[in-house]
């Protein structure tokens, strides 16, 4: 059956609907708009409009009505864990409707993540990389507070790069980060933070890289992977630790001149006897690429950002609806 919605269009496939099952399963029940992405404005003038927000309501109505037992596995792992950081329709609001329960995908991952967060086993290290620096920059901040050591490749280095005085080229970098960066490096203990000394830098992906000093790349370059002797410094701090959390690559992995970095940092987490967790998205993505078995590790989290701000303590509001009720 097909549902036409104001602001989009989900298709829903009910399986062996049969005369006396009670069962019905949705498809793709967080693809259209009206599931309530970014319902939490910044301000008036961000507010959704009224066909966005009557749309909200008939999406919830709809899904009530179709008597959704509401839980937290929809329909794959992805979304599962990886979904209950965000306030949408068929993740929270659905639960304070109708009966829920916690799915065992989400069970499985509050289980390892706790371990994160209370009785640590130390010295605790975090690996953060990646592309996505907005998403995770702030997660640093409480860190500092929790891991006895952050070690910060990928794009993610550039801003601290850039506070300290290095000059990073044309790497990717938002201006508005370099001082929260500094911040950050102020607030940590002495030798907390780890940044890359050395790079591979290309003038774009496609051209042939070279190992420059992560302070020192030249104007027309990026980084594009953390260098050999980062990679190896990055490789002992992680050998004496007792639990790791990684999330976000080294370096442009899905190219292999710029892949080295990744690869040495999960081989240096699968050499450990620490407890580990991957944290999921692109982290997940590039462990899988270079070859390695998601049970080579601890933990592979299904969900990048969710993971994160869970080891934050952050409330999630697709947890606090199961746990309030």
Request: with cysteine; net charge negative.
């Amino acid at each position: 059956m097909a549902v036409d919605l104001a602001v989009g269009r989900i298709e829903q496939r009910f399986l062996r609907a049969g005369r006396g099952r009670r069962y019905r399963v949705a498809d793709d029940v967080r693809s259209p708009a009206s599931e309530g992405r970014d319902r939490a404005p910044a301000s008036a003038a961000d507010r959704p409009s009224t066909l966005a927000a009557l749309s909200l309501g008939y999406f919830l109505v709809m899904l009530v009505g179709m008597g959704l037992f509401g839980v937290e596995e929809w329909c794959s792992q992805a979304d599962g864990f990886g979904a209950v950081h965000r306030k949408h329709a068929s993740v929270y609001d659905v639960a304070l409707r109708l009966p829920h329960a916690v799915g065992y995908l989400v069970q499985a991952e509050v289980a390892a993540l706790s371990r994160l967060t209370a009785d640590i086993r130390r010295p605790y290290v975090v690996v953060l990389g990646g592309a996505k620096v907005a998403d995770k920059f702030d997660a640093i901040g409480s860190l500092i507070t929790t891991a006895d050591r952050i070690l910060i490749g990928g794009a993610m280095a550039f801003p601290f790069l850039a506070a300290r005085g290095g000059k990073v080229g044309t790497s990717l970098l938002e201006a508005d980060q370099v001082d929260a960066a500094g911040s950050y490096l102020d607030r940590a203990a002495p030798g907390q933070i780890e940044l890359p000394s050395d790079v591979i830098a290309a003038a774009q992906r496609a051209a042939p890289g070279q190992v420059v000093a992560a302070d020192a790349i030249p104007a027309d370059q990026m980084g594009l992977d953390i260098g050999p002797e980062s990679a190896a410094r990055f490789a002992a701090s992680i050998a004496g630790a007792r639990t790791i959390f990684w999330n976000g690559p080294m370096g442009v992995f899905e190219l292999a001149p710029y892949a080295g970095g990744t690869q040495a940092v999960a081989q240096a987490i699968i050499g450990s006897d620490a407890f580990t967790v991957v944290g999921g998205g692109d982290t997940g993505a590039a462990i899988r690429a270079l070859g390695f078995a998601d049970d080579a590790f601890g933990y592979v989290s299904t969900g990048g950002g969710a993971s994160l701000e869970f080891i934050e303590g952050k409330t999630l509001p697709g947890l606090a609806v199961l746990e309030d009720r």
